[in-house]
């Protein structure tokens, strides 16, 4: 792989349950075209190949990695025991199947001791993540643009909002509320 | 080490700060005349050694692990998907400097994903994780006499009670707190 | 009954209404080819039985119990109270119907005081609860391999995980996510 | 014991340690002239006696139960399945000591499945236990003129609140505050 | 109305929504000949009537009062702030519609300040009030012989727990989990 | 515009994802004849145009802002960060497809810290942040009669509550939940 | 009384023990020169006085009432009940000896149905709860300029926020926390 | 300022009371030796300056922005809200002073709404913030050698915990609890 084009994100998570939402970020990534891996790796089923993945993630490249899970959430804070790199945990809900709202999995990702941080988002929150990461690697790799593509991408969600506004202001709430049924985000 | 002597039990905590809570499980396994070994090895600070201590816990002959970590408590976790023996884990509030009474330490550590279990205890319940891994070497240690030693230690605890009671009726309630700034327990 | 079928695990619950996520436990002590025994016995309706049970359960050749049980969970601590057999408790969130996501039974079931502990699992979590059975009879019967079986059951664990990345690294996660629709777990 | 001074009411508590929270039931039915009798009996530790306890009690000629415990507080619930009294709850937060502020015993008091009630009252609220059980008693017993009693009590009550507002319209806030460092309650 | 068939207990709730829930405590006290009133009567909108109905209870001949209500559930509070006769609060979850699983209304009904007790049953616990009300009951009225009822009640509701146990014990899991789509409860 | 029809009141919420909510709010407004203007505006997406509203609002003659938003719920504070108006906080749960059941957003609404206060009230309650703008109008409009219609609001109110009450003395529960499948609000 | 110094805010706590936090809503209050007057009356010990109080409150001329109460708190909601004034609700933690952070005065006070709002601020945030009132008077009473009077408090508030970064700049963080024993507010 | 000492990393708090916790991420950053700067601004008290420091901070070439707040903690999704560079959050419990133990901050802070992410550390967390930036810093500034130094620091971490572990095993667990007093961290 040459520079363009070697995974830059690691994207990892405990179960393909996980993979409806954690999906987003790998979307994301796709969308400002920052190269990515993403991988299934449980930190309780495949403790040594997560540790193995953590370990050699900055030798083969990578720069940030991203990691979600569910219930007690142990594989970003795993990953983190055994890389430098930054890491960003995504706390999930399990959906309408978990039974805690996440809670559990925000604590458990984001309460981690002193000395191995992890970068916490919102509960399901994968899109943030990657928009995290793209963040970090905006700094750091200048020749992506990738600051650039932030701030339009913000100056299109700031256009999508006012977009909204007009049409609200020009439907009144009912109208905008018959017409959501359709086309709303 | 002779059979006797070589440990049962390993107790691991993540901080020397545990050390005052851990240190009850200590003391309940030596009221019991149960060998074991106690440690200071963090799941995110010393990956590697917890991971091998482990590993190769079951093939040193101890048969019951006991874990203690606060926050987002992941040694218990860690501990329990690198061996197949039972793992105990004591979720730690952190006293006074705690800032979630150990909430976030018991969802972390008792919220295991299906195939990898931990076996929790109370909050700072370190006390009663020594208590379990009796309960459990009694089954397997028959020569030991563990499960006469928990009969005789519930009896004696119930004849505590029994005999505080009897004070509070021989002295009333009133009475009973004024003595029981010296000896009460 | 002979060593080989007398049952070695007991399994209670509260309501025969939490047999679907207690058969879990069932089902996965089948799977290790542990001989158990289930019944419904809530500590509340039927105090006295749950109580002989526990006090008789040891003499009858169990080893270990587990009890899973809702809202204000005592089961697990009523049976403690009456045997010295390790109890392992399974916090039920009574799926929709309950209202608070099992975070009452949760802490009524780990929260026990020093001196008769209960080893909790996660809500819901009867698979984890056999499973930790299994670990606990691993080490006072060997003849049984479970030990073994453990460790296979871990290495077939590991090997699905891999299994579901290797096939996310072909198929990609669009069309994981096809796929996904009929056979995922 | 003639019926004037026959136990009417059953205090229960699982520790010494909640006797000085307890005690305010006490204290509260004296207030009241109702005659009483005060236990430590653990439904831990001392299971037996609290079922026999409870199954008496009727029998013995008490009318309400009043039960306090902490943590997995299942003393009320262990005690309401042995007797159709009503048995009131007192879940206890453990004061400084305690690591949730009640919250486990409040859930494990309150959510008690149908079938078997439990009229619980606030963390730490042992004097309300006591008024909850004169409340009920002022019903069964008219002799006593309970009820009357009652009426009294809030009287006072409202008018030490009408004294203090009083006090404060002479004083203003801060005169207040001043003198509130010797004599407020 | 005679004393046989005058009310004895008040149940009053918020809104009218509530009555799916809070109707269970009708039929409860139908199943135990307990002759009650229910109203619809909202601390928040008709505070007047709520009052004036608290302070003329005792006089009407009521002897318990149970009130059920949701979110910042004061009405049991409000109601227990105008009687001396013992008050059941049961919060309401609100269903699916609610948000918080009725921990709001537990806390609001329960944390009363001393002084002002309410007899609080689990979040939704309209049929454990009704039994609650109906033990309070069977120590004040002898001759409705509410005692007996609730005793057989409680043996009954033991039996059934026995005879589900013994079908269990028959069918095995598989095929309980097969008949229960019909005809469990 | 003129007096009686330019606005008075701003109703802003952080995306059109929450209008289901928030137009409760502005029908309520409707009802009381209160001038209004709505917006979407997110306090993260377009933060300058929200400090520009908020910094206007008080000269373009608004008198209360109303704010809703979920999760880390930041628009009513960034409001209210930047007039003096007063503002209202709506804490949005995000219905189905939120985690927390609104918590967070009660917590990141309510917990201003001195200085800078934002009136906040009940999760998704968007019809009282209307009622307690128009509370608010009453006092400073008194040419509008607010103060009548409130009063003749909660009339109607508590009438509803006294026929649906009546009705359920008609009709007893049953005949009551019979009905209500058809006309219940 | 005339229009200068009739109170126009009414203060009222449920106990002389809130008076140490809701003392600050008075000292603010003065502060701006808004006349007020300040009373203990509980909800639930003197509920006819505070319904009274609630009642005659518009036509004695006040705008704005702050109610403040811990535990259960039903203070504000009560008053709201019996008003349309706006009803600003402080929930108090009750400081050290408080058991639950105030979360249950918090869900008490600002979860109120639809039709009887209450504004609430934060934990113990009496202060809020007064500039709250102020803001609320700033349009009613434009002769008293509280709107300016509010503007030149914010613009104190950030010219104080900004001394102190400017103190920063000149000591270091060092410097600044060896000063702070002394003179940090 | 040359490339060498112009800041890197911006630290902000919403209050000089957050000081003690948030200059450990300044230490931190000077152990690393990353030139960084602290300041005092609220995103409340100070908006328009917070928001303007945000919008430059990126061309005056700070690459990582820390904030750090407490109750309904809007400073770092604020901040965040008007840069593209990556902003680390801390929610702080506000010590023993605070009422809900940082669970307000640690919601408000970490459940931003998808697009604008803020990388969240635990409540108090201020030294993992920094350790966060300095991992975010090592992959843009390779000529700090960042890297090689986070890893020494892992390092030197595990070896305090493993000379620990050595001094426990040399001292027993009550001599390690003696010597503790004086010089444990």
Do not use: C
């Not at 891996?37 to 990578?62: D, F, K, M, N």
């Not at 977009?163 to 020009?170: G, H, K, N, P, S």
């Amino acid at each position: 792989m040459n520079r363009q084009t070697a995974p830059l994100v690691g994207i990892l998570m405990g179960s393909d349950s996980d993979l409806p939402v954690m999906s987003e970020a790998a979307r994301t990534l796709e969308e400002f075209e920052v190269p990515y891996e993403i991988h299934i790796a449980s930190a309780h089923r495949v403790p040594e190949r997560v540790r193995r993945y953590a370990t050699e993630a900055s030798g083969r490249g990578l720069e940030v990695l991203i990691a979600g899970a569910g219930q007690a959430a142990h594989l970003a804070g795993v990953v983190a025991a055994s890389t430098v790199l930054p890491v960003i945990g995504v706390p999930l809900s399990g959906g309408r199947g978990g039974v805690m709202g996440g809670i559990d999995a925000l604590l458990a990702t984001v309460q981690m001791p002193p000395g191995i941080p992890v970068a916490t988002v919102a509960v399901d929150g994968a899109r943030n993540a990657a928009l995290l990461a793209v963040a970090i690697l905006a700094v750091s790799r200048p020749e992506r643009g990738l600051g650039q593509k932030l701030t339009r991408f913000r100056e299109q969600m700031a256009r999508s909002v006012d977009d909204r506004d007009a049409m609200l202001q020009e439907l009144g709430f009912r109208g905008y509320l018959e017409q959501a049924g359709s086309g709303r985000s």
